[in-house]
């Protein structure tokens, strides 16, 4: 970190911040990345349902509902140009009961009004053509034909190292505590260091208020909605193949049961405000209710192969739309805010829409010609065959190494992830990157190994590797 | 004196009860001759075998495992692993290697080879 | 491609018992793959004692257990190919591997696999709270002290009073660390009473039965763990919630067969065993294909893993011998009280064969009959019958030849 001043600072390394900053270079805009954690998409990003919305759901006439339908094809075509995997899958809203059925009569005029045309109400024998193991309480369906399902860390991730590979910069372990306005922005950080922009995009996801009323806008109110989900074994993967929602009730907006792009399960997510963004326990209440409901929907899913849950806190609001636009407050100071649900759908919407925000108050935006939005494929190792394989391996040795036996990810690869921007730093940088200790085991038998590789790459000690950062050792000391 | 021990030489598990009266230990309870012997010295002179690691000063992040040749005195178990804890090697090592010799009473040996 | 007689997937006490077994049945042309840089697998890391009073006549350590292994593999000039990975294994017996050299293919005349188990994590427990650091599995934590020298923490409870978590409590008391508690969510302790005494009774620390772990706190190291009694449902009773300040939770709470190449190569699994369904021979339900060792049952003595391996070598080598044309098998199931039994079939033109098993729940005196159709083909008494503790009955091969339909094992208390 220099000096020298910044044109605009992105408050917040989430996928909504990534892809703002990977836009901003695309015009070779000098902007900054200034982010709380150790590492990227530790946030609602991290751990949210990773489903591209077909549309059908926003209000119509509201900020969701038109980024949404502009959403799903740009996010698309972005995932592809940074090789995310990204599946077009296709959800069903399942409906229980003749109430509830009417219910998607509802959903399906509003998806109209939205704009969006890939939808079909089918009944209940049509549902479970489409899907075996649906329930025989399936009585009609809506049938989402665009949508989809992305790795939502994943896609933050290659955001960011598509937006620092283009000039972009990262500042991790900034935790914004004051922002004063004077010809610039002057951004201070609780550690006492100072960042100088001209702009400021404040999309701090659950954090967003706080930094907002830093500027004097208090406008912004943001409500904490925790949600928990379980992740199921790869031998759960194969029960559906669409993403299954349940019409949301009164009691609710339902579980969903999905695939993910890796070939997991997924199920979740509860709804419950917190009092803080940082409460990320999960609760038995809330692992009993997603298993509970997920089988409403897939009565044969097999918990017991349940390999990890996690809860993921939304940044939700009263007003239930996105809140983006200048700030009343604030000159030059731009609210990216409330965005929860469908906000992963709409991340590259909502950065190409910030950039006409940025026109409007008197940013030049040109394109540049340097601009390369394709990103490098980490995983060009995974998808070689056997001989391609036998090639690489030959100048790249620690391909040939497997580390992680579960996942069957080799030393080369975490190496690549601790060494690619953004750089992993600790154990859980190295697993979202790879998936190394995401699979059955998880990371039993390879975190040592894995410890060891960060700690040569990064030059440190084994005691100095964390799991996520701060205070999370893994080891004391030296015996 | 009286005690009530688990049998631990096979997995049936006796309950002893060893009652020591001068120099004569009873012992009931016990359902082989072994069992005997066992609660026996339990009472009188429980001994165990430590096992623990010494690190190799000449390998990157490496530990040799090392045992008490013999079992020693329960009572020393925390003195044993006192001097254990001081000790550093230098690779190579064999199994069956002398690490320390004489710890309360045992030597302490190598039960790995580090080349 | 290479071709070799006999590929063996794993190099740990079973890979090598079942490669020495082969090769002194007539088998020369062995392999042994092994993912470490060294043979020996989990041993390695299990520095203490009491391995091997059953099969060796005397108390080694598991270094020495290894070792002991180790040295019978290079004395028959046994090929081992080390820190090499095997990832997938077909019905046809081509072993595909990968090492730092490249891509490996072999072809085998017949495959053991003998890969091992893992540790079930934190995430299939479903143990609500957060996600610090400081929550090992047990294998893993003793790893990082055995083998690489470090400290995992100071304050430390351990869920499961399986062997392992037995031993790391006394493990991490003699490094110095205060155990505060062996948690054990059954109403009795799932390791070997030796264990029980000299791990936690020698040190003073508390075995806690019917109890679990409810919650785990702590936002980046452990900071502590709520425990908590169970109803007989093992649902956690809220009133006896109680917290523990603690900054290193050990997981020791069962291991899981590592079946992965085995599903893949269209393997026959018993639910139960969490295996393959094997017949006496230890041969699978494909072809020249065997299993031995954690990776078909879980064991309680590596003593017991050789013996499997030996039954596997020896099957394997016949195998490939051509021999065992004329058996006839018939299955073998569990009854009463037995939870599993294996091999889950059995040739009744063989010889004395033995049948392994476990309990269903602790019993003092018990006799098991074991039969077919209404003909007694064996019966054993036992004084006490634990699930921690395999059984063993044999079937004399006179006895088996009079056999003419499915053969089950039936617990009868005493």
């Not at chain 1, 940025?358 to 995974?382: C, I, Q």
């Not at chain 3, 997937?9 to 020369?28: E, R, T």
């Not at chain 3, 299990?46 to 020495?64: A, S, V, Y």
Request: aromatic share 4%; charged share 25%; with cysteine.
């Amino acid at each position: 970190m220099s000096n020298e001043k910044y044109t605009v600072a992105v408050i917040g390394g989430g996928v909504i911040g990534g892809m703002i900053s990977r836009e901003l270079t695309r015009y070779g805009i000098k902007a900054v990345i200034l982010e709380k954690g150790n590492d990227v998409a530790l946030g609602a990003s991290k751990a949210n349902s990773g489903i591209v919305h077909g549309g059908y759901d926003p209000e119509p006439n509201t900020l969701k509902a038109k980024l949404n339908a502009l959403g799903v094809e740009k996010l698309f075509k972005a995932a592809s140009e940074l090789n995310v995997p990204i599946k077009r899958n296709g959800s069903l809203v399942c409906a229980f009961s003749e109430e509830e059925k009417a219910h998607l009569d509802l959903l399906y005029k509003r998806g109209l009004e939205n704009g969006i045309t890939a939808l079909e109400i089918i009944d209940g024998d049509k549902a479970r053509e489409l899907e075996e193991n649906l329930s025989e309480s399936v009585v009609a369906a809506l049938w989402v034909k665009n949508a989809g399902i992305v790795c939502p860390y994943e896609l933050t991730v290659a955001s960011i190292g598509n937006a620092m590979d283009n000039g972009a910069e990262l500042i991790t372990d900034f935790e914004v505590v004051a922002i004063n306005k004077k010809d610039a922005f002057e951004i201070l950080s609780a550690d006492g260091k100072t960042v100088l922009a001209d702009y400021v995009i404040n999309c701090a996801g659950t954090y967003s208020g706080k930094i907002a009323s830093l500027v004097g806008d208090n406008s912004i109110e943001i409500i904490p909605r925790a949600g928990e989900y379980l992740l199921l074994d790869k031998a759960e993967g194969m029960r559906v193949k669409h993403t299954i929602f349940q019409v949301p009730t009164k009691d609710g907006k339902g579980i969903l049961v999905s695939p993910t792009v890796d070939g997991n399960l997924l199920t979740g997510p509860t709804a419950s405000v917190v009092a803080s963004p940082a409460n990320k326990e999960t609760t038995a209440d809330g692992m009993n209710k997603v298993n509970t409901l997920a089988l409403k929907s897939v009565p044969t899913v097999n918990f017991r192969n349940v390999i990890t849950s996690f809860t993921g806190v939304r940044a939700s609001n009263k007003g239930g739309d996105f809140v983006i636009g200048e700030s009343a407050a604030c000159k030059n100071f731009i609210n990216v805010a409330a965005i929860d649900s469908p906000g992963l759908t709409c991340c590259v919407s909502i950065a190409e829409y910030v950039m006409d925000i940025l026109k409007g108050v008197g940013l030049k935006l040109e394109l540049s010609n340097d601009f390369n939005g394709k990103r490098n494929d980490p995983h060009f190792f995974r998808k070689m065959n056997d001989e391609e394989k036998n090639e690489f391996i030959k100048s790249n040795p620690t391909y040939g190494r497997i580390v992680c036996r579960c996942e069957g990810i080799s030393e080369g690869e975490m190496r690549y992830a601790v060494k690619t921007n953004p750089p992993a730093s600790d154990l859980d940088g190295v697993k979202r990157r790879t998936r190394a200790g995401m699979g059955r085991c998880q990371g039993g038998f390879c975190s040592p190994t894995v410890m060891k590789l960060i700690a040569e790459e990064r030059g440190i000690g084994k005691e100095q590797v964390t799991k996520n950062g701060g205070g999370s050792y893994i080891v004391t000391e030296k015996l | 004196m009286e005690r009530n021990l688990t049998c631990i030489l096979c997995p049936r598990g006796c309950t002893l009860n060893v009652t020591v009266d001068g120099d004569n230990v009873f012992v009931t309870g016990n359902s082989c001759p072994r069992g005997r012997y066992y609660g026996e010295e339990e009472v009188i002179a429980p001994k165990r075998t430590v096992t623990s690691i010494v690190r190799v000063s000449n390998r990157e992040d490496t530990m040799v495992s090392v045992k008490t040749e013999t079992p020693v005195a329960k009572s020393d178990i925390f003195t044993v692993m006192e001097a254990i804890r001081k000790a550093s090697v230098t690779a190579p090592v064999k199994v069956g290697d002398v690490i320390l010799t004489d710890v309360c009473g045992s030597n302490i040996i190598a039960t790995k080879n580090i080349d | 491609m290479e071709n070799h007689d006999i590929v063996i997937i794993g190099g740990g006490p079973a890979g090598m018992a079942a490669a020495v077994a082969a090769f002194d049945s007539g088998i020369k042309d062995v392999v042994i793959i092994d993912r470490e840089k060294e043979v020996g697998g989990i041993l390695r890391q299990c520095i203490h004692n009491g391995f091997g009073l059953h099969k060796l006549g005397k108390e080694l350590t598991g270094p020495e257990y290894a070792n002991h292994y180790k040295l019978e593999v290079e004395k028959r000039g046994i090929t081992v190919y080390a820190d090499t990975t095997v990832l997938s294994v077909t019905p046809d017996k081509v072993v595909t591997a990968t090492n730092t050299s490249g891509i490996l293919k072999l072809q085998a005349k017949a495959v053991i696999l003998a890969m091992g188990c893992r540790e079930r994590s934190r995430g299939a427990l479903n143990i609500p709270g957060t996600r610090p650091s400081g929550v090992f599995s047990a294998g893993c934590a003793q790893k990082l002290i055995n083998c690489e020298g470090y400290s995992v923490g100071k304050r430390v409870v351990i869920l499961g009073s399986g062997d392992i978590g037995l031993i790391m409590a006394r493990r991490m008391s003699l490094e110095g660390a205060k155990v505060e508690a062996v948690c054990e969510i059954m109403p009795y302790s799932g390791g070997l009473t030796r264990n029980i005494v000299q791990c936690l009774e020698d040190y003073g620390i508390p075995l806690y039965l019917s109890t679990t772990v409810a919650e785990i706190h702590g936002n980046e190291r452990l900071t502590g763990v709520t425990i908590a009694e169970v109803d007989e449902r093992r649902q956690v009773k809220p009133e006896t919630k109680r917290y523990i300040p603690c900054d290193t939770l050990l997981l020791s709470v069962g291991l899981i067969p590592e079946n992965e190449l085995t599903i893949g190569a269209g393997i026959g699994m018993d639910p139960i065993t969490g295996g393959a369904v094997v017949d006496e021979n230890r041969m699978t339900d494909v072809s020249g294909i065997f299993a031995c060792g954690n990776v078909l049952q879980v064991h309680d003595l590596v003593d017991y893993v050789s013996d499997e391996a030996e039954i596997a070598g020896k099957g394997a080598a016949n195998y490939v011998k051509g021999l065992g044309k004329a058996d006839n098998r018939v299955k073998a199931v569990a009854g009463n009280g037995v939870r599993y039994v294996l091999p889950q079939r059995v040739n009744t033109r063989g010889g004395d064969t033995d049948i392994f098993l476990r309990v269903t729940a602790p019993f003092g005196k018990v006799k098991f009959t074991v039969k077919s159709g209404d003909t007694v083909i064996a019966t054993a008494i036992k004084l006490r019958a634990t699930p921690g503790e395999m059984e063993k009955i044999t079937l004399k091969a006179d006895k088996l030849r009079t056999v003419d339909g499915d053969i089950r094992v039936d617990l009868e208390e005493m």
